[in-house]
């Protein structure tokens, strides 16, 4: 580690810029840093992380959008989709939670019976499950809630006995929807293509 040089990190990320890998050039210095910084409180020399000031030598990465509904008419097509759909119990309720809650899919699939409060009509989501920076969930902030009382229908349909595997209480860590106990269910692969929607008028 102490003998590689700021240069020699910078030419060989240059290269990977070269290829039209902006993102991969720009992650692969992100891991690097990490590297040195993990390795500088081990050396017994004085050492300097040399990532500093190379991400000013490198093409800005600029992160893409991901796509959206946003127009009417094809968000009540996609409506209707989910309505028609004809699948199991547990993936089409989510996909009618989705418009209605307006939460990332990763947060709807690893939804818990403990975080909910079906009485008033309020889904406590955990602040280490939220879209955060690394330092605000550190520090363990207050949970945000995701309040469904914009739409009864939601809370109605997370209580409807379709969804009571036996496992619902109020105070269980259990799933509301089993299949996503695994990370990556197969079958529930369906929630991470599902485009966000527009808050319902």
Known sequence: MADIHAMELLVALQKVEARGAIETADRVLMLARQVW?????TTTAQQRNITDGLKK??????GKSFAA???PVPFGELLR???AYKGGVFVRTAL???PLLYQRPGNLRQM???ELDLDAALWTIPSAMMK???????QGEAPHGAPTHASRGAAALI????LDTGARCRNSAQKVFPLAQEPRSTKFLTLWLLPVPVPLA
């Open 81 to 83: 989709a989910i309505a």
């Open 159 to 162: 209580g409807s006995p379709v």
């Open 37 to 41: 910084d993990y390795w500088l409180p």
């Open 96 to 98: 009618q939670l989705a």
């Open 132 to 138: 955060r920076t690394k330092l605000e969930k550190e």
């Open 112 to 114: 818990e019976w403990a």
């Open 57 to 62: 030598r490198l093409t800005p990465y600029r």
């Open 69 to 71: 509904i946003v127009e």
